[in-house]
């Protein structure tokens, strides 16, 4: 560590290290040997099976279309607007900390843990400042700077460059999908086959790159199969805001719109005979899904956005999409322009909530969603790629985040159901992202199968 009277005389120090790094074995790892890797395991038996009801090889040979489609997500940044940061103070026998942290139980016991202390000799005041997103559920740079303050011992606040933040983070994981599908001259879906391949060993996959078994459309299809196949990680992934759900409900809300589109069917109308009238699937909190709830959502959507009014405009559409995730019924519509350049602009974004029978704070309730869907289409631009096991991107100029005059306009509506109140922090995000990709293919007839948007793909011809 370099440790100076200010950060500027630190940083300088820094720069003037020589530093030779150990050979590892993830420094074979990249991006693209990652890709390549997939399509292989892909093109093989899956690793194992995380379910399988009725018979997906039948039930495609019996349909009227069938389609085939890959699907990929990057891996992403938190991109905290504030870098990592702590400042620590070693006094009395104890370890004084302020820290903008998540989850400052943990932290303290890594502290503890690493310098050899009690927990109750380690202090730790939260700054709830700075963005969080599930970064800072890892405590890594507080035991950081409290080993240097220990080490010195004098007080030290600790900065990390915007550059290192974004190299050492704990990323959004990627995900590669290899669906089948297939529908009936009646509209309906006849079978649905998922081969996810990402990334872990033995039988557990890296942190947030799993896919639980009973994820939608499971148990709404008769002939579903969800198959996995997993590669080594050199790679530290962690949660990011709807973790999982962030990227799982680009793929398959994409998918059904391509279904949806197999079947010359309107999507909400399509998604909504998707739905039926089951009522609640499984238990309540331990993966029930209730088919009722999203049904009144993406009805309330449909209605707010003016649906069956499509833009008249060249090169403008809308698109849907639904998701539940921690507790959440949300559906969105979003309408886009794309430029004869590619360049997409989201214009407008309408927003139902399902999140039970009472909203306690109403304008912090509106700030979630519009944060959540302003998030998720940032998302949509960034990507962190791996060379020689090293993150290549180190700044904004290279990740870029929605810039405020390309935010949306966001309408947000509530049914107020009666159902215990849950919260809403999270479950906004997931479904704008294919909602967007949805509205992109219906301005340009060009599907979105592979993040990030990239606008060479989309010009016009």
């Known amino acids: 560590a370099v440790v100076a009277d200010s950060w500027w005389q630190a940083r300088k120090g820094r720069e003037a290290l020589k530093v030779k ?4 074995p993830t420094a074979s790892q ?11 395991l892909a093109g093989g038996a899956p ?23 890959a699907y990929f997500y990057p891996f992403l940044s938190h991109a905290t607007l504030e870098p990592q940061n702590c400042t620590a103070h070693f006094h009395d026998g104890k370890m004084e900390i302020w820290a903008p942290t998540q989850l400052p139980e943990p932290g303290r016991q890594i502290v503890a843990k690493t310098l050899g202390l009690k927990p109750k000799d380690v202090i730790v005041h939260m700054t709830r400042i700075g963005g969080g997103f599930g970064r800072r559920l890892m405590n890594d740079y507080m035991a950081e700077a409290a080993a240097i303050a220990h080490r010195t011992g004098a007080p030290v606040k600790l900065v990390w460059t915007r550059e290192d933040d974004m190299r050492h983070d704990f990323y959004r994981p990627a ?71 962030n990227a799982i409900a680009f793929v398959v809300q994409s998918f059904i719109d391509e279904l949806a589109h197999a079947a010359g069917a309107d ?94 704070n109403p304008l912090g309730a509106l700030n979630q969603i519009e944060g959540s869907v302003i998030d998720g289409i940032s998302e949509m631009s960034g990507q962190i790629t791996i060379a020689n096991g090293a993150v290549e991107q180190g700044n904004f100029d290279t990740f870029p985040l929605l810039r405020i005059d390309a935010a949306p306009v966001i309408e947000t509506h509530f049914i107020k159901s009666d159902n215990p109140p849950t919260g809403l922090g999270e479950p906004a995000l997931p479904p704008v992202v294919p909602a967007v990709a949805n509205a992109i293919f219906a301005a340009t007839g060009k599907r979105i199968r592979k993040l990030p948007l990239d606008p060479t793909q989309l010009a016009a011809s």
């Open 267 to 360: 999507p909400v109308a399509f998604r909504l005979q998707l739905l039926g009238d089951r009522g609640l699937v499984g238990e309540p909190g331990r993966g029930g899904y209730d088919a009722g709830r999203m049904a009144a959502v993406l009805r309330l959507v449909a209605e707010k956005s003016g649906w069956d009014q499509k833009p008249s405009e060249p090169r403008r559409g809308k698109g849907v999409a639904f998701h539940y995730s921690h507790l959440g019924y949300f559906a969105e519509v979003a309408e886009v322009a794309v430029g004869a350049d590619g360049a997409v602009r989201v214009e407008k974004v309408w927003v139902a909530a399902d999140v039970g029978r009472q909203i306690i």
């Open 30 to 40: 990249s991006s693209a040997g990652y890709a390549a890797r997939a399509q292989a």
């Open 175 to 245: 995900g590669f999908h290899f669906l089948r599908g297939g529908v009936s001259a009646e509209g309906k879906i006849t079978a649905w086959a998922d081969h996810f391949v990402t990334f872990g060993q033995g039988e557990e996959t890296a942190r947030s790159a799993g896919m639980a078994p009973t994820e939608f459309p499971a148990r709404f299809v008769d002939n579903y199969r969800l198959d996995v196949s997993m590669m080594p990680l050199g790679v530290p992934t962690g949660p990011l805001r709807a973790p999982g759900s």
């Open 47 to 69: 690793g194992k099976t995380l379910r399988q009801d009725g018979d997906v090889a039948a039930g495609l040979a019996a349909s009227a279309k069938t389609v085939e489609a």
């Open 21 to 24: 790094w150990a050979d590892h």
